[in-house]
């Protein structure tokens, strides 16, 4: 007879992999940093050694291949067109990062209906690939694909930075996405602060207003600050993990990145539409039980 360790090996090979931990990078208001974001944590996990793949989900505004200098030869466009499958749209960036690209300036793409999302989410299920981490890159706002992605994803990284309008929107987003797609944690990242005190303070003052009107849980995922080797990394269409890793910049997004690589897969979806989540029921359903021999 089989133990159980060889049942659950081989029905994760079936499956495909093990759990995919899925990040969905959010921020209410633009110009916060939050593809910047999104691509550094996903080139940052590629350079650690787990197989990642960053989805551009900003649709209709896609940026992700310009800031890593890509010019893929298809897009999402072509799989809601029915023209490709979606692993063949993929495409490799820097550590063997794998990319799904989106296309810019396609209205259509920007205002897909809730049962599109859907299946775009359905359709990662399928993927023949390895991938151990996927950080999806939503669109700015609160539009209800935004939504629909934080709902999708195990954990919603919101980016601010210290301007009232930003923290004013990125409230905006943990109450939307807590109210209508019942998301009760937050990973909060302060983007562009002095030092790390500024980073906890910005914190704080977006948790006090949180805590004083919403029934959600921010946790300090931690802090990027402002740093020139961002902004020379942009021109050479690099991330500044790659170009720069010894920069302040570069640094602290390898800390988030051994953070984030930390998450635990939840076994329970609770019914909701979730990026992978055949793989995650299979590798639940394989797990031993507790106390079994």
């Not at 023209?83 to 259509?108: H, Q």
Request: charge should be neutral; proline fraction near 5%.
């Amino acid at each position: 007879m089989r133990s159980s360790e060889d049942q659950a090996a081989g029905l994760r090979r079936i499956v495909g992999a093990a759990p995919v931990k899925v990040m969905a990078v959010a921020s209410g208001k633009g110009g916060v940093g939050k593809t910047h974001v999104a691509v550094n944590l996903a080139v940052a996990l590629a350079e650690s050694g787990r197989a990642t793949m960053l989805l551009d989900a900003d649709l209709g505004l896609a940026n992700v291949d310009v800031l890593l200098g890509l010019r893929p030869a298809a897009s999402l466009e072509q799989v809601f067109d029915g023209e490709l499958p979606l692993e063949e749209v993929v495409v490799e960036g820097p550590s063997g990062l794998k990319i799904v690209p989106a296309s810019s300036g396609v209205s259509r793409l920007a205002g897909l209906s809730p049962r599109e999302i859907h299946g775009l989410v359905a359709a990662f299920s399928s993927l023949p690939l390895d991938v151990e981490a996927l950080v999806v890159d939503t669109a700015t706002g609160i539009g209800g694909a935004v939504l629909g992605f934080c709902g999708a994803a195990h954990e919603v990284v919101v980016v601010v930075c210290d301007e009232p309008a930003s923290i004013t929107d990125a409230y905006a987003v943990v109450k939307l996405a807590s109210r209508e797609r019942g998301v009760r944690r937050f990973q909060i990242l302060c983007n562009r602060v002095r030092n790390t005190s500024h980073g906890r303070a910005l914190f704080e003052k977006l948790r006090a207003v949180c805590d004083r009107f919403l029934d959600v849980s921010l946790v300090h995922f931690g802090s990027v600050p402002e740093d020139p080797a961002l902004h020379r990394a942009v021109r050479l269409q690099k991330a500044v993990v790659e170009s720069f890793p010894s920069s302040p910049s570069g640094r602290a997004f390898k800390e988030l990145a051994g953070r984030a690589d930390k998450w635990v897969v939840p076994e329970s979806c609770a019914g909701r539409p979730v990026f992978f989540l055949e793989r995650t029921l299979a590798a639940a359903r394989a797990a031993p039980a507790c106390g079994s021999a």
